[in-house]
């Protein structure tokens, strides 16, 4: 029996997390659980896969639930309260799935714990790679990926050796401006953007994905999880996203992970690792598959797949303004304050005024984080 916490279980990966706990009690069990604020939903998980620990980020919210459900189950809060579902003595592996920075000191101390993180969280690896990847060597913990092309790169690997990747091929569906004009895209709304082809997000990860940062930020992910160098991650646009991603090796041959577009599967092998087990997601039919495509990402329509990797080559701090003003950003969007071309061009601003340092403390980190989030807010106003 695995014991497992999550962070961000009120999130759409939190909740296929729980789905796939649910089918698999037998394998499975929830030690700790912890979210922003969603209380109601809080309420429910506790009732039915009743948690030691439960973290309600905002403290008036977990005052509310502790006050609702009695002394049933302990009540934390605050930062505080996260790192203590992230490393419970009793859990064998964190699922890290909440949205944006906020993820990096949980998921560092989880590590230090030695547990087994199964992330999801991809801003952790952009903002703090080295560190966290130098961190979980030196403690032996595990890091396995959920996102699902990050997954299948991992999957692609099993039995084999890193030297002879020449190459780690990312998909992307290509969003929902993939065949529109730049013209078009220019007017296009964040209501438009949220109507994603082929898979089920969260909000902030659609937007990512409309704008290609998503497969951005997954590039930076990928160079950290995998230990390849820059020149050797590329991205093709595959609109179907049924191949999840592909390694080509030394000999030409590209490895291939394919499945229908659903997270719980990437998120079972990541709980089941490094058994497979059965799963009630629907098998591919061919008969009904039709054509699959592969074609190039076009930069000019996109410019946050290049801007990306751009911050990866400069690398120090910069993957983290990348990824902070991207944040804000992003939210000023959806909140129809800010055009869809105002996204890249206020990060490209944003990494023209940073000057990129070497980090060794997440503080330093967070601090270049909290720079830019203020920055950018500024620029805006
Ligand atoms: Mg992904």
């Avoid at 790192?83 to 859990?91: P, R």
């Avoid at 709980?271 to 054509?291: A, C, M, T």
Wanted: charged content about 25%; aromatic content about 8%; overall charge neutral.
């Amino acid at each position: 029996m695995k014991k497992i916490s999550i962070l961000g279980s009120t999130g759409s990966i939190g909740l296929q997390a729980l789905d796939v706990v649910r089918m698999h009690r037998e394998k499975f069990k929830i030690a700790g659980l912890a979210a922003l604020e969603n209380i109601n939903r809080l309420e429910e998980q506790i009732e039915e896969f009743n948690p030691e620990v439960v973290a309600v980020f905002k403290k008036e919210k977990a005052e509310v639930l502790a006050g609702r459900i009695g002394r049933k189950v302990k009540i934390v809060s605050g930062m505080e309260g996260l790192l203590e579902v992230a490393t419970l003595t009793t859990a064998d592996i964190i699922v890290v799935s909440v949205v944006g920075s906020i993820g990096l000191l949980p998921t560092l101390e989880a590590i230090r714990y030695k547990k087994t993180i199964a992330l999801a969280n991809k801003e952790t690896l952009v903002v703090a790679g080295e560190l966290i990847m130098g961190e979980a060597e030196k403690y032996g913990a595990e890091i396995i990926p959920i996102d699902s092309e990050h997954s299948a790169v991992f999957q692609c690997l099993q039995g084999q050796d890193v030297e002879n990747i020449s190459r780690i091929i990312l998909t992307a569906s290509g969003g929902p401006f993939k065949d529109w004009t730049r013209d078009k895209i220019e007017k296009a709304e964040a209501r438009d953007a949220l109507k994603h082809p082929t898979w089920d997000m969260g909000r902030k990860i659609t937007i990512d994905s409309s704008t290609l940062m998503n497969k951005g930020l997954e590039v930076i992910e990928a160079k950290w999880l995998f230990n390849v160098g820059l020149g050797k991650i590329d991205v093709v646009v595959h609109p179907q996203s049924v191949v999840h991603s592909m390694v080509e090796y030394r000999d030409n041959s590209i490895i291939s992970q394919m499945g229908i577009p659903d997270m719980r599967v990437p998120i079972q092998y990541a709980l089941s690792y490094p058994k497979r087990i059965k799963s009630s997601v629907k098998k591919i039919n061919f008969n009904e598959l039709g054509q699959l495509t592969f074609t190039l990402p076009e930069a000019e329509k996109f410019p946050c797949l290049p801007l990306a990797y751009e911050a990866l080559k400069t690398g120090r701090t910069m993957p983290c303004v990348l990824n902070g003003a991207n944040e804000i950003l992003v939210e000023y969007y959806l909140q129809d304050k800010i055009g869809f071309y105002d996204i890249p061009k206020f990060i490209e601003k944003a990494m023209i005024k940073h000057e990129p340092f070497i980090y060794k403390t997440v503080d330093e980190v967070l601090e270049v984080d909290k720079w830019v989030k203020n920055w950018v807010k500024n620029e805006i106003k």
